[in-house]
Each structure stands twice: as structure tokens, then as C-alpha cells.
């Protein structure tokens, strides 16, 4: 190692990447990445190590699969052409939705100065559409629950026996026309669906590629996800326990594609208590979380950053799949 060059640990280099460290460790375990070894054995990324882990971040933010950021990393920029595409899009549809809520902005305003008092309709329409609320049921006593219409993820989660299924399936009921996928989904072969349906078959090929690419393997829960997530509907999807059925490299691909969907995907609800789902270093804007304390006070929205209230206890239930399958079936008494 150079003696004036800046070498980091693997958290520090993630700070400075806007990325986590864990998404790092996927990257060094894909052959993407390979750190440097400080004398007593630890990773350590110098300027070069810096630069190369930069060019992955930034092809990821675009949706490439690992397998194509290394063909692009290797010279290849095939891929390149469609990930711009999705991503020029997804620019043009966020300007749209702007250009349309500054428009409404400058109607009332433009109102006001005519002297004429906006309507509470009009007033409305600045604030984004209108709250999802309900009655909470056990093991809540009935509490009224708001919320702000949710944006494209929206993740749910607390301790064994905080009723966050519970909460699931209300906003299930709440959201026009939702899907709520239970854990049984295993036990439902998609293969006949996949079959009746070749155009939902070739998109769930794709995205089995694509995740594959990303170290996924195929199961019968990853396709099950799958035939829901691509079927060709607007209506939320709310789904029970996502990583139910799927490995950590599983898990960590499908955390990755449901992020490189576009603006106007349809929005999704995931139950989970695995970190790798929900990782909190790479929650972006869109992203919703709600925490079920284990006291069954209200569900609370938490900001996925440390000294947010809520945020210790959130990230304590959180856990790996190693952690999870240890405790797999284990049950918890909460005192009233």
C-alpha cells in the first residue's frame, strides 16, 4: 500500500459512496469488487478500489444486474441503451408529475390574487392525494390509523406478535383493488398461470434473468413473487412475509429489482423482518416504513436514519437470514 495514498475501511468507503456496506460485500463476493488487505487481514479500499466500487454504485442506481455491470465494467455497453431508456423515463414521468403540481400551485395562487378564496377541494389537490386511514383491529383496540397516500415501496415490520400482518392486510382492504399475497403462496404452483398467460411468462422470464444474473436462484417462491409482481395490473400488491421461501443472494437480488422498477409501477407493501430486504443504508425516496411496536401502540413511520425516533427499535428486529432461520417458529409473550 502507498503510505500517502487514502485507504478506507469498508464502512467509510460505503459513506463515501452513498452505499452500504453490505451492498459492497455483494459486489467483492460477485467478483466486481476486490479489496485491498491491510496487514491484520482487513478490507481496506484505496483510490483505485474507490474508483472502480463508484462505477458499480453508479450502474447499479441505473437497474443493471451484476452480470451486466460486469460485461459493462469488461467493455461491453450493450446493456447500457436500455437501462439509459428506463431511466430517461423515469426522469420525464417524475418532471410531469412536477410540472402538473406546479400548475395547481399557480392556479390557486393565481386565484388569490383575483381575490377569490381556493375551494378546500383545490387545496387538496396541493397536498398530493387523499390520506389512507382505518380503524385498527386486534390486537389494537380500534385506533384510528393516516397515513399519506403510499409511494412505490412501502415496507412493514415489527417483532413476533406486534400485528404488523395485521396491518398489512388493512392497508391491503385500504388500497384500490389490492392483492394481498399470503405465506401459502408456495403452496400454489404459477406454472399454469406462467402457461395460460405467455406474455406474463415472457416477463417473468426476463426478471428471473435478470435476477439470476444477481446470484438468485430459482424456487417455486421466487417464480410465485414473480407471476404477481409482473402480472399486468395497476393495483398494489401487498405480500406476506417477502422473504419467505428465498436465500440470502435471493433475498438481496430481489431487493435490488423491485428498486429498478419505474415511477409508475405499481405500488408495493413488503411484511419483512430481514435486513437484507429492508436494508436501511439503501432505503431511497419512495420508500415507506412502518414499525409495529411490540406494545401495540400506534404503527409508526420511522426515517430509516439513526437518532430518528423509532429507528433503534426498528433496526433491532431486523435481522440475516441466518438470524431468521435460527429463530424460525420461535414465539414471544408480550405483557399487557
Known amino acids: 500500500m502507498s503510505e500517502t495514498a487514502e485507504y ?9 459512496l452513498g452505499a452500504s456496506a453490505k451492498a459492497l460485500r455483494i459486489y467483492e463476493r460477485q467478483g466486481l469488487l476486490a479489496p485491498l488487505r491491510t496487514a491484520a487481514g482487513w478490507r481496506a479500499y484505496g483510490p483505485e478500489e474507490l474508483a472502480r466500487a463508484a ?13 451486466a455491470i460486469s460485461r459493462v465494467l469488461d467493455g461491453d455497453s450493450s446493456d447500457l441503451a436500455p437501462a439509459l431508456a428506463a431511466q430517461q423515463a423515469s426522469l420525464e414521468a417524475r418532471i410531469h408529475q412536477l410540472t402538473d403540481a406546479a400548475a395547481r400551485v399557480r392556479s ?5 390574487a383575483d381575490g377569490r378564496t381556493p375551494t378546500a377541494d383545490a387545496i387538496a389537490t396541493l397536498t398530493g392525494p387523499p390520506a389512507i386511514a382505518f380503524d385498527l383491529p386486534l390486537p389494537w383496540g380500534g385506533e384510528r390509523f393516516e397515513t399519506p ?7 412493514v415490520t415489527g417483532p413476533l406478535g406486534s400485528g404488523k400482518t395485521q396491518l398489512a392486510e388493512c392497508l391491503a382492504r385500504a388500497l384500490p383493488e389490492a392483492l394481498f399475497l399470503a405465506l401459502d403462496r408456495t403452496a400454489k404452483p404459477a406454472q399454469p398461470r406462467l402457461d395460460a398467460d405467455p406474455a406474463l411468462a415472457a416477463r417473468v422470464g426476463l426478471a428471473l434473468s435478470w435476477l439470476a444474473e444477481d446470484g438468485a436462484a430459482r424456487s417455486n417462491a421466487l417464480v410465485a413473487l414473480l407471476a404477481h409482481l409482473e402480472a399486468d395490473t395497476p393495483a398494489a400488491l401487498v405480500v406476506d412475509l417477502v422473504e419467505h421461501g428465498l436465500d440470502e443472494a435471493s433475498q438481496a437480488a430481489l431487493a435490488a429489482y423491485v428498486r429498478r422498477r419505474g415511477p409508475i409501477a405499481r405500488p408495493l407493501v413488503l411484511l419483512t423482518r430481514s435486513n437484507i430486504i429492508l436494508d436501511l443504508d439503501a432505503v431511497g425516496a419512495g420508500e415507506t416504513i412502518f414499525y409495529c411496536p411490540a406494545n401495540h401502540s400506534l404503527p409508526m413511520r420511522v426515517a430509516p436514519y439513526p437518532g430518528a425516533p423509532g ?6 428486529c431486523l435481522a440475516s437470514p ?4 435460527r429463530t424460525a417458529g420461535m414465539t414471544v409473550t408480550v405483557a399487557a
Open 108 to 112: 390557486v395562487r393565481a386565484g388569490l
Open 8 to 16: 478506507l475501511s469498508p464502512a467509510e468507503a460505503a459513506r463515501r
Open 311 to 316: 429507528f433503534e427499535a426498528l433496526a433491532s
Open 322 to 325: 441466518e438470524v431468521r432461520a
Open 149 to 155: 397516500a403510499l409511494g412505490l415501496i412501502t415496507y
Open 55 to 67: 462505477e458499480i454504485v453508479a450502474l447499479r442506481r441505473l437497474g443493471l444486474a451484476l452480470g
